[in-house]
């Protein structure tokens, strides 16, 4: 059974600084594209950044220059740095993996469970 697992999240005021994490764990063959994903209240689900296995990075314009992806393939982990952190940037935020599933012999979309992330003063 493949899981991602997030850490991280909480409250914090505007332009403070929060760093979120996600491992994946199961018999996993390969892990190819990650990502992180959130959503605000009465709000869709929209793409924050993604981060392919060579380490090229995509962002969304909203957190372009504050938010920073990376990944740890060895520990099978994606990270995101957040800076400058806006009120607009409340959102239960996601961890998304494509992955290689053994068990399953399928390449899938995976997601976490979701960590809130509060910007209030």
């Known amino acids: 059974q493949v899981q991602l697992v997030e850490s991280g999240g909480g409250s914090v005021q505007p332009g403070g600084s929060l760093s979120l994490s996600c491992a994946a764990s199961g018999r996993i063959f390969s892990i190819y594209n990650m990502g992180w994903y959130r959503q605000a209240p009465g709000k869709q689900r929209e793409l924050v950044a993604t981060?392919?296995?060579?380490?090229?990075?995509n962002y969304a314009d909203s957190v372009k220059g504050r938010f920073t992806i990376s990944r740890d393939n060895a520990k099978k982990t994606v990270y995101l740095q957040m800076n400058s952190l806006k009120p607009e940037d409340t959102a239960v935020y996601y961890c998304?993996?494509?992955?290689?599933?053994?068990?399953?012999?399928?390449?899938?979309?995976?997601w976490g469970r979701g960590t809130q992330v509060t910007v209030s003063s």
């Open positions: 998304q993996a494509r992955i290689w599933s053994m068990s399953a012999n399928v390449i899938s979309d995976y």
């Open positions: 981060i392919t296995s060579g380490g090229s990075t």
